[in-house]
T-cell receptor, first 111, second 114 residues
Framework: DAGVIQSPRHEVTEMGQEVTLRCKPI?????LFWYRQTMMRGLELLIY????????DSGMPEDRFSAKMPNASFSTLKIQPSEPRDSAVYFC?????????FGAGTRLSVL | AQSVTQPDIHITVSEGASLELRCNYS??????LFWYVQSPGQGLQLLLK??????LVQGIKGFEAEFKRSQSSFNLRKPSVHWSDAAEYFC????????????FGSGTQLTVLP
């Protein structure tokens, strides 16, 4: 298995633009998690899905953030409009047998 | 609410020396405990986990950790550190349930001197 695949690896955009981050979980995994990592706040859980259904989105910072999981093999995290304070590394993880496996992350820079 | 404390922000050791990274957790029930490692520009890789049973668990790359319920600790150890072990290490506690939410500590940055 190729592991959790995230795209793009790097994204540079201007303030106000829409940003979409993508994640392909490991096949057979039923849960998917989105995290944000910054120097100031460390690793924060944004939202997670179980069987494609959003379970807890209390970590989503504000309404500018949204996440979807239309099927078991794909999820997106969207920021609209983006702001400089959204600059961070965003990780996706999928869970199998109680263990979370992380993607390589998307480094987002909002100018 | 669950929480994890990694009291050491940065640790420096010489290559070949032993290593212990500290982790203390707070959780109301039997904890599910993890150690992950993150190299620069990479995602998190699982080193080892504790779910139940033997309190001394072995992981990849020669790492081990010991669960001590009385001290609410899950310290990571390695008898002889290699230069390639330089990275950031995260301890995490997981909730019960089918989708196991993880709460991470703030991480310990390990520097290895030649």
């Amino acid at each position: 298995d190729a592991g959790v695949i995230q795209s793009p690896r790097h994204e540079v955009t201007e303030m106000g633009q829409e940003v979409t981050l993508r994640c392909k979980p490991i096949s057979g995994h039923n849960s998917l998690f989105w995290y944000r990592q910054t120097m100031m706040r460390g690793l924060e859980l944004l939202i997670y899905f179980n069987n494609n259904v959003p379970i807890d989105d209390s970590g989503m910072p504000e309404d500018r953030f949204s996440a979807k999981m239309p099927n078991a093999s794909f999820s997106t995290l969207k920021i609209q409009p983006s702001e400089p304070r959204d600059s961070a590394v965003y990780f996706c993880a999928s869970q199998g047998n109680g263990i979370q496996y992380f993607g390589a992350g998307t480094r987002l820079s909002v100018l | 609410a669950q929480s994890v404390t990694q009291p050491d922000i940065h640790i420096t050791v010489s290559e070949g020396a032993s290593l212990e990274l500290r982790c203390n957790y707070s959780y109301g029930a039997t904890p599910y405990l993890f150690w992950y490692v993150q190299s620069p520009g990479q995602g998190l890789q699982l080193l080892l986990k504790y779910f139940s049973g033997d309190t001394l668990v072995q992981g990849i790359k020669g790492f081990e950790a010991e669960f001590k319920r009385s001290q609410s600790s899950f310290n990571l150890r390695k008898p002889s550190v290699h230069w390639s072990d330089a990275a950031e290490y995260f301890c995490a506690v997981g909730s019960s349930g089918s989708a196991r939410q993880l709460t991470f500590g703030s991480g310990t940055q390990l520097t290895v001197l030649p």
